[in-house]
C-alpha cells in the first residue's frame, strides 16, 4: 500500500493529512511548524511515504530541507495550481487544505517548485534588504519634497546624495518650525543611505569572488547587481535543458488564449520571479539607450526599436538577456563581442 501526505504550513501549526493510494484518510493531525517535529508524527505511523507535499512560501525551503535530511520524500509544489483545488471549497481552513495537498500528492497533479541552495537564499535576502532601504529612502525624499513644497520651496530634478541635504537645509534655515520637521526626516534619511551603502558593500564583495558573476558580466549591460541577481533566481543552470526556456520560466513570453474559433496572443505572462524582470527590463533600457560600444545584442534590440518601438524592444532585449546568460552559465565561456551566432 502507498501512502502520501499533505502538509498545510502556517507559522505556528502544520495540518498534516495522510492518504493511501486509493485516496482513503489514514490519518489527520497537527504538529508543531518545525521540521523535527513533523518528521516524528509522520514517524509514529510506521510507514513509507512514496510523496509528501508542501506549498512554496516563507518556510517552505527551510522544512524542504529538514524533511529530505531526515530521510523523507518531500515535494516542494506550486501553490497557484493548488488554488484551482481549493477555491472550490466551501469551507476554506488547514485542514481541508492538507486534505488537498494529499490528494494533489496521489494522483500527480501537482508542479515541482525548485528549492534554492542556502547560499541563493542567502544573497537573496541581501538583495531583497538593499532593496527595501532604497524604496524607504526615496520614499523619504519624496515626502521631503512633498512637505517643502506645501511652503513654496520646490525641488525640480534628480536627487543627489550630499547636495540634497545640503540644499534642504539650506532652504529651510529661515523656517524654524519647517526645520524642526525636516531634519529628523533627514537624518532618518542618512542613516538609511549609510546602512544601504554597507549592504551595497557586501553585495559586491559577493559578486567580486563568484566567477559565474564575473563570466556574465561580460555579456553588454549585464553589471553587478543584473548577474547577482539571475545567479540567485536560476539557483541551477542544469534545470533548464535549453536556454531558450528560462525566457518562458521569467515570464517574458506572450501569453497566448485559444479556444474554439478564438485564438489570441497577449503580453508577457509575466510569471516566475518579478524582480528578476525588473532587474533584466532596467539592464536591457541601460543597453539600447545608453551604452556606445556596439555588439550584436544591441544592434538586433534596436532594429526591433524602429519596427516595433522601445518598450517592445525592452522586453525582447531582456529575454535575449537571460537566454545569453544562461548560456554563458551553462558553457563555462565568456560573451564574444560582435558574434551575431553567440547572441
Not at 143 to 151: A, D, N, Y
Not at 201 to 225: F, H, N, Q, S, W
Not at 242 to 253: C, E, I, Y
Amino acid at each position: 500500500m502507498k501512502y502520501y501526505a499533505g502538509l498545510d504550513i502556517p507559522l505556528a501549526e502544520t495540518a498534516i493529512c495522510v492518504v493511501d493510494e486509493d485516496g482513503i484518510i489514514f490519518r489527520e493531525g497537527t504538529a508543531p511548524s518545525h521540521p523535527d517535529d513533523i518528521a516524528d508524527w509522520l514517524g509514529t505511523m510506521d510507514i513509507k511515504f512514496t510523496r509528501i507535499g508542501l506549498e512554496a512560501g516563507s518556510t517552505a525551503s527551510w522544512l524542504y530541507n529538514g524533511l529530505r535530511l531526515r530521510g523523507l520524500n518531500a515535494i516542494c509544489i506550486d501553490p497557484r495550481r493548488l488554488r484551482a483545488v481549493t477555491k472550490t471549497m466551501a469551507i476554506k481552513n488547514d485542514r481541508n487544505d492538507a486534505r488537498a495537498i494529499a490528494s494533489c500528492m496521489r494522483v500527480g497533479w501537482f508542479s515541482i517548485v525548485h528549492v534554492k541552495s542556502d547560499e541563493s537564499q542567502e544573497i537573496r535576502m541581501l538583495l531583497n534588504n538593499r532593496r527595501t532601504l532604497q524604496a524607504k529612502q526615496i520614499d523619504i525624499e519624496n515626502e521631503i519634497r512633498g512637505t517643502l513644497r506645501v511652503f513654496g520651496i520646490k525641488f525640480a530634478g534628480r536627487i543627489t546624495g550630499g547636495p540634497f541635504e545640503a540644499r534642504v537645509l539650506d532652504a529651510i534655515e529661515s523656517v524654524p518650525r519647517l526645520a524642526a520637521m525636516v531634519k529628523p526626516m533627514l537624518i532618518a534619511r542618512a542613516a538609511l543611505r549609510q546602512q544601504c551603502a554597507v549592504l551595497q558593500k557586501m553585495l559586491l564583495e559577493t559578486v567580486r569572488k563568484d566567477e559565474t558573476c564575473r563570466r556574465l558580466m561580460t555579456i553588454p549591460g549585464v553589471g553587478a547587481i543584473t548577474a547577482v541577481t539571475y545567479v540567485t533566481t536560476i539557483d541551477d543552470p542544469a534545470r533548464f535543458e535549453r536556454s531558450r526556456d528560462v525566457g518562458p520560466h521569467l515570464g517574458l513570453t506572450p501569453k497566448k488564449y485559444a479556444s474554439g474559433e478564438t485564438d489570441r496572443n497577449g503580453g508577457i505572462s509575466k510569471s516566475g520571479d518579478a524582480g528578476m524582470r525588473t532587474t533584466l527590463y532596467q539592464a536591457s533600457l541601460a543597453l539600447l539607450t545608453r551604452s556606445k560600444k556596439p555588439s550584436a545584442i544591441r544592434k538586433w534590440g534596436l532594429s526591433i526599436a524602429k519596427r516595433r518601438g522601445l518598450r517592445r524592444a525592452i522586453v525582447a532585449v531582456s529575454r535575449k538577456l537571460a537566454i545569453v546568460m544562461h548560456r554563458v552559465w551553462a558553457d563555462g565561456t565568456e560573451y564574444r563581442w560582435g558574434d551575431a551566432t553567440t547572441a
